[in-house]
T-cell receptor
Framework: GESVGLHLPTLSVQEGDNSIINCAYS??????FIWYKQESGKGPQFIID?????DKRQGQRVTVLLNKTVKHLSLQIAATQPGDSAVYFC???????????FGAGTTVTVRA | ETGVTQTPRHLVMGMTNKKSLKCEQH?????MYWYKQSAKKPLELMFV???????ENNSVPSRFSPECPNSSHLFLHLHTLQPEDSALYLC??????????FGSGTRLTVV
């Protein structure tokens, strides 16, 4: 699979490989984190979330990892497919707040 | 189709026109948002309504005027816009402590 270190704006992945998208968050008081996927011409769509009492959460082909010590969040996509090509955003908030803070986004391009 | 519906999907308007963007949610959420998304820029928060009251206005020019008549509807009234206002305008809703549900956006072009 391919990975990026701290946030990079673009990621090119071979179809079938695993992808890892990283995100550093800023607010140590944040306790709820979300990954969104935005395809061209569409609004962002919820992929997976995680609360601070967990380190890892799995969905269908996606896994989110949370490292509170270094304030780092990652999204792993297994067996990347052409339909995974999109911009991926991480977001953070506090459970008693209504406002999300968004990261800059990573553009993932899947090569056939 | 998401739980948040935005109309129109596309809008072309002249700089002297007045138009409105509409957003509707039937998710029972208690907060609604307008975001601006320009090419190669992060999402920019414009306005936040919580329980139908505007709780945040992020230094948005007065040519953008929001309206939230009830918990399910949000409007963005536009007048005398500039070409640099061309962007994707996203509406979202949420319940406190949870993530947003976004609409598909209105692609606005100001000519």
């Amino acid at each position: 699979g391919e990975s990026v270190g701290l946030h990079l704006p673009t990621l090119s992945v071979q179809e079938g490989d695993n992808s890892i998208i990283n995100c550093a968050y800023s607010n140590s008081a944040s306790d709820y984190f979300i990954w969104y996927k935005q395809e061209s011409g569409k609004g962002p769509q919820f992929i997976i979330d995680i609360r601070s009492n967990m380190d890892k959460r799995q969905g269908q082909r996606v896994t989110v990892l949370l490292n509170k010590t270094v304030k780092h969040l990652s999204l792993q996509i297994a067996a990347t497919q052409p339909g995974d090509s999109a911009v991926y955003f991480c977001a953070e908030t506090r459970s008693n707040d209504y406002k999300l803070s968004f990261g800059a986004g990573t553009t993932v391009t899947v090569r056939a | 189709e998401t739980g948040v519906t935005q109309t129109p999907r596309h809008l072309v308007m002249g700089m002297t026109n007045k138009k409105s963007l509409k957003c509707e949610q039937h998710l029972g959420h208690n907060a609604m948002y307008w975001y601006k998304q320009s090419a190669k820029k992060p999402l920019e928060l414009m306005f936040v309504y919580s329980l139908e009251e505007r709780v945040e206005n992020n230094s948005v020019p007065s040519r953008f005027s929001p309206e939230c008549p009830n918990s399910s509807h949000l409007f963005l009234h536009l007048h005398t816009l500039q070409p640099e206002d061309s962007a994707l305008y996203l509406c979202a809703s949420s319940q406190t402590g949870y993530g947003y549900t976004f609409g598909s956006g209105t692609r606005l072009t100001v000519v």
